[in-house]
């Protein structure tokens, strides 16, 4: 008698159809909102960083000299940064105006201020030199109209238009990454099976499957806390350069008209943002919880197999009022409908393995599971993937769950032939 096992190869396993696809689902609609959110985001500070101040500054090419007088000059601290603020009045068609717009640049920043301190030093208060008046509206004047240093900060949004615009061109089907030549036509299916086509001897497999092996989780604690610090600090990073400028604008006065649609604008982004710090808290905290440690008997078992496994917890175990294990079976399908490239994540087994409410029992222990032999096996293709996980749950009253995915590989089943 030999052993052999049965080993799927092509594009994909043989899958039925299910129901009529639902389109991308919550990943789509994350894509979607990831999209829209870096895009919108990009397009407003390019706007008020880059387009507004050069499209100033390439009207006042053609605005009048005027003389002027300055009336005071500083350098005003906002945290920081520093900010050139430079009072000059002037007469138009004998009328008098003042204004405190040195350039068309309105950034408060802490880089490039040697510029600033020359400015100060070339306009000291009671100074008599040229301002440029805008000849439709003598209200607008500026004593610098062409380039200044901070408006380099004008190319700081080109990184949120790039990606926002590439998730947003991959969200709607216009930018496809490269798949393999043949199409899929296939759906996910809640149930599957697997049809051998070729076979291998088990012993070549042996060396890969025997030994016990303790489990990597997908993600770790920390790994969550500092990947949501860097998004959260990306994020608030530059969204807090527009707020300083509202809250300039709220205690000057100067949010009136047009000034609110900009504080309205924002809401959106500053609720995006507490939820990034929240959700930094929340990864800080899940850091304090028990930390599970899984090892299973074999690094892949068959489908129809036995999987034995032992657990150890450690941490504040009696934190925890429930605790679980089961195995948790996933399929992914990608597939086209039309121009579009649509995929289906579809949970197709969840099989209990252990649970208690019991503190003692939490903290470690063993036991098995019976692989059903009629699913489908770990498998990854370009347009399908079979992923199974061992899942440990731990709820616990007001603060964050013990959740943990461990990774597992399960073979083809097994044939027996004679030979």
Known sequence: MTHKLAKSSGDGPALSARKQPRGQGCGGCFAWLFAVMFLGAGCAMFYYMALRPWYSMLQAQSWAATPCTVISSELKANDETQQLVVVFKYTVAHKDYQSDTYCFSSMSSNTA??????????????????????????????????????????????????VGGGALLVAVGVIRFPQSNATSRWQPASRVSSAPVASVESSDLSDSVDGPVTLKPASTPLGNLI????????????????????????????VVGWGWFEVVFLIPFVLV?????????????????????????????????????????TGRVSSINQFRIFLKGVEQATYQRGTDTTTDTEKFAEIPIFETNEMFEMSEGSAEVVVPGDSMHSFDASHNKIQWTLEVHGNITLWPDVSASFPITILPKPLREDV
């Open 113 to 162: 201020n040697n510029w600033k301190r020359r400015a100060l030093r070339d306009h000291p208060a009671g100074k008599q030199t040229n301002c440029f008046v805008n000849p439709s509206n003598p209200e607008e004047a500026v004593i610098e109209r062409g380039w200044v240093p901070d408006m380099w900060w004008g190319l700081f949004p080109v990184p949120f238009l790039l």
């Open 227 to 254: 990947g949501s610090l860097f998004f959260a600090a990306f994020w608030n990073g530059i969204l807090s350069i527009f707020v300083r400028e509202v809250i300039q604008k709220f205690r000057q006065g100067q």
């Open 273 to 313: 943002g507490v939820g990034l710090i929240g959700l930094v808290f929340y990864s800080l905290l899940s850091l304090l919880n028990p930390r599970p440690t899984l090892t299973i008997d074999s690094a892949a078992i068959p489908l129809g197999g036995l999987l034995r496994l032992s657990w150890n917890l």
